[in-house]
């Protein structure tokens, strides 16, 4: 075949991928350009950042006053305003509880909850649990009993455990409680699990986190 003539059926073909090329640059072109105007023009209309707040915080037994962003979480105030970094973000979506601090005795997901909206409160974190050189006895059980193993969960661990402690001293039932009747229900593996479920420990050291919260509870480990 001479080189100058061409085969009609590759010429069909090649303008075939041509025609498809083309036409599915279009497509996504005007696809994308409305979207684009749409973001800039949200970029241009959105509103300033709120003015901040000054709120007061007693953090570990002792006044901090904030000057913050309205949208600061507790666990941001914590970590990068007081440089208090015990309390951990781990998912920053309440699913792993290692930010739980206590806030007024009670457990709380430090990334889930406003600064503002505790203000004047009194806040513990896992800095302010021990007594100078005396550890909590949570602290300690989790010691002795090797509750940990790479340490990133462990402070949400131990305050969350220390939050579940009060609220079954104070009688409070949890899903698997059998007895409603009675003043508070006994801290077995079954309810100490259940209540502690809002901890994830990625290391899996759980029967370790179980046997020292029973050590504290007075269970038989």
């Known amino acids: 075949m001479d080189e100058q003539e061409s085969d009609p059926e590759l010429d069909k073909i090649e303008v075939t991928r041509r025609t498809v090329i083309e036409t599915g640059t279009t497509a996504l072109l005007l696809t994308a350009l409305p979207h684009a105007a749409l973001a800039a023009g949200s970029i241009e209309d959105k509103e300033p950042p709120p003015p901040p707040v000054t709120i007061g915080l007693r953090i570990n037994g002792q006044l901090h006053s904030l000057t913050l962003d309205p949208r600061t979480t507790v666990l941001d105030a914590l970590r990068e305003h007081l440089e208090l970094t015990g309390s951990k973000k781990g998912c920053d979506?309440?699913?792993?509880?290692a930010c739980t601090v206590l806030i007024e005795g009670r457990r709380v997901n430090s990334c889930l909850t406003l600064a503002v909206m505790h203000d004047g409160q009194s806040i513990t974190t896992i800095e302010?649990?021990?007594?100078?050189?005396?550890?909590?006895?949570?602290?300690?059980a989790f010691v002795e009993h090797d509750g940990f193993q790479c340490g990133y969960c462990t402070s949400g661990q131990i305050c969350s455990a220390i939050?579940?402690?009060?609220?079954?001293?104070?009688?409070?039932?949890?899903?698997?409680?059998?007895?409603?009747?009675?003043?508070?229900?006994?801290?077995?593996?079954v309810e100490i699990r259940e209540r502690m479920s809002g901890n994830i420990c990625r290391c899996a050291a759980y029967p370790n986190i179980v046997a020292a919260i029973k050590?504290?509870?007075g269970m038989p480990t």
């Open 93 to 97: 979506h309440g699913q792993c509880g």
């Open 128 to 140: 302010g649990l021990a007594d100078g050189e005396t550890l909590h006895p949570v602290q300690t």
């Open 163 to 189: 939050g579940m402690l009060a609220e079954s001293r104070q009688g409070m039932p949890s899903y698997v409680t059998q007895d409603l009747m009675r003043a508070a229900a006994d801290l077995t593996d």
């Open 215 to 217: 050590q504290v509870a």
